[in-house]
């Protein structure tokens, strides 16, 4: 067995992956590999956002084909080991599993990065084909030519994890891209002893290579395709399943079905199918806390990092996103590989193939929960953003003003958004006007569960908060008005009874045991004054 040759690695990680409480079976999508290898010189490229179980998909498909362990009592209780044709397919090929991401011990060049992978290469080669004579100096390409041409079933599945990982690393440069997208031509294009190249990336494949170097990839992504969609992200159905588990196997529950909807859901396939993040649900049901999960391994897992060379084009929309309004876009994946990003659609198309945004009907929306505190962050702590962290900022005194009932600060806050200047305060319709509400209100998510749009008692309420960390703190429920008074907020709230959402239902006594503060906010276009007003129920 060789380090990428009918390496044990991928069967060992994936039947530790498969003994997890929390193990969902995606098995399913081999069938569809199987006419691929079948036919040869199939090509499929896979990009993903980080999180979304490419590398487990990739270590299934390794194990599940690979010559070097018997699976067959590994995938026997999974959806793959009950199709007829499994036995045809399973442990029948030479694989050859590389998972780019790993560095030498010191690595100062991408020449010290592909020679440490070219060497490794021919040695599991060398083993594996003794009778084989192999140069020295030989090209590990036509050292695998020379084995086809006197083996001809020396044909093998590719498994190549996290292909593009070179392209975020300050030791490449641009020269060595291209040297690299080479290596890849060389090694995988128009090759008779390739049965099928199976990549995984983040980025798309065509951006990379400009010229014809990689064309022979069919690419399949979660915004354009639907094919393979169902193997990446936890569908409604899985996490079902997986919250069952979890209400058997925990004593003190402490989340709800609905929370992990709330913090982790938001994504969705190219069919229109929500998906949840999957290492982030794992990893709530494992530790039993709904929280973020939402790791950064770089620069590039930094919402920031997309937007400061051009502020000024989406510092509005992220306004409007973190308020909970879906903004328009054109999303071009290809457009996201560039690192040089200019335009708006730019910068959003990057973070949609990140994983920071969502995209569904030309518009694009902060996913869940766990990304909306990331942005919340991010308007909070940077100072380029202008009047957006600078009203961020206020938050904290808005909410205690709200909360002593201090209609005077309250007030203050929200002119002071007129007197920045504030692009989205033409208040054209209550959309802007909710957006600086929200924004005003950044810092109460640290305390509260914030809801826009609600239904209760009989209407839907504007805002909501929900007390999260002390139940006994005070509730609020915030009605807007554009010219109107914010005693007809307030008359609102008490007609439509949307303190019902706080009270006890069929007798039971409410868990929220603080006062419920009414908020009425009222904004006159043609004075372009703030009135505000604060009632306890």
Known sequence: MGVYLNSTTAYTLYKSEMAKPYFVDKTAMLKELFPLVEEGNSYICVTRPRRFGKTVTANMIAAFFSQSNNTTELFSTCAIGKELDCPHYQNQYPVI??????????????????????????????????MTEIEPEEAVWDILTDIYAEDENARFVFVLDEWDFIFHQDFAHEKDKKAYLLFLRNLLKDRPYVRLAYITGILPIAKYSSGSELNMFV????????????????????????????????ENVRISREELKEWYNGYHTFSGERVYNPRSVVCALRNNNPGNYWTSSGPHDEIYYYIQKNIAEVRDDLVRMAAGFPVQAKVREYAASSMRLQTRDEIFSAMV??????????????PNRELMERFDEMLQKESSLGYVNRLAKESVRMLEATLAGDTETMCEILEMAHNTEVPLLHYNNETELTAIVNLVYLAARDQYRIEREEKAGIGYVDFIFYPEL????????????IDHSPEEAIRQIREKQYDLRFRGYLGKESEYTGKIRAVGIGYDRKSKKHSCKVEIF
């Open 470 to 481: 002390d139940k006994s703190a005070d509730c609020i429920i915030l009605e807007l008005k």
């Open 353 to 366: 193939v990140y994983g920071f945004l969502s995209y569904e009907n030309g518009k694009v929306s902060i």
């Open 97 to 130: 599993h590389i998972s780019f991401h790993d560095l030498p011990k010191r690595c100062d060049s991408y020449e010290d990065y592909i020679s440490r992978i070219e060497e490794r290469m021919i040695r599991d080669l060398r083993q594996e084909y003794p």
């Open 219 to 250: 690419e399949y992504t979660m915004v354009t395709e639907e094919k393979f969609s169902s193997a990446f992200g936890f569908t409604e159905m899985e996490v079902d399943g997986l919250y069952k588990r979890y209400l058997e196997n925990t």
